[in-house]
């Protein structure tokens, strides 16, 4: 698994630079991805590609059934580890990371990776930190992990 040492030595820490917005909000509580949560994962990356438009807005219902079997089979076999994160029992965030099989390298000799991805945030809730919150604690399982 990567170290966060190695990320910062490698420059990776720069999305999570200091925000000029509030921490996250009161009653925002970050719990783990099941897989009965698979449909929010998909809504969630429905929506973020929706949002960046173009080529992606346009392909957004050829790339769903894909991500479904995929996350259904990395969700159950522990390739894919996620966050959620819930303001008073509703899913307003979300991410996770995908465990890579890698080769090592003389500098790391850990054969996996790990890939962050589908980090969302609900339009209502965004510039509270919520995404930040998300990236952080998945930065403290991989260290973990």
């Given at each position: 698994?990567?170290?966060?040492?190695?990320?910062?030595?490698?420059?990776?820490?720069?999305m999570?630079?200091?925000?000029?917005?509030a921490?996250p909000i009161?009653g925002?509580?970050?719990?783990s991805?099941?897989?009965?949560?698979?449909?929010?994962?998909l809504?969630?990356r429905r929506?973020?590609?929706?949002?960046?438009?173009g080529?992606?807005?346009?392909?957004?219902?050829?790339?769903e059934?894909?991500s479904?079997?995929?996350?259904?089979?990395a969700v159950?076999?522990?390739?894919?580890?996620?966050l959620?994160g819930?303001?008073?029992?509703?899913?307003?965030?979300g991410?996770?990371?995908?465990?890579?099989?890698?080769?090592?390298?003389?500098?790391?000799f850990e054969?996996?990776?790990?890939?962050?991805?589908?980090?969302y945030?609900?339009?209502?809730h965004?510039?509270k930190g919520?995404?930040?919150?998300?990236?952080e604690?998945?930065?403290?399982?991989?260290?973990?992990?």
């Amino acid at each position: 698994m990567a170290r966060i040492e190695d990320m910062i030595s490698l420059g990776m820490m720069d999305m999570l630079a200091p925000m000029e917005t509030a921490l996250p909000i009161a009653g925002f509580k970050v719990r783990s991805l099941t897989p009965i949560d698979i449909e929010i994962v998909l809504r969630h990356r429905r929506e973020m590609f929706r949002e960046m438009g173009g080529h992606y807005e346009r392909s957004l219902d050829n790339f769903e059934s894909a991500s479904r079997r995929y996350f259904d089979a990395a969700v159950k076999n522990g390739t894919y580890v996620g966050l959620l994160g819930e303001i008073d029992g509703q899913i307003v965030a979300g991410g996770g990371v995908l465990i890579a099989d890698w080769p090592g390298s003389p500098l790391n000799f850990e054969p996996k990776r790990a890939w962050m991805l589908n980090i969302y945030v609900e339009p209502p809730h965004r510039r509270k930190g919520l995404a930040r919150t998300i990236i952080e604690n998945l930065l403290a399982w991989c260290s973990q992990n």
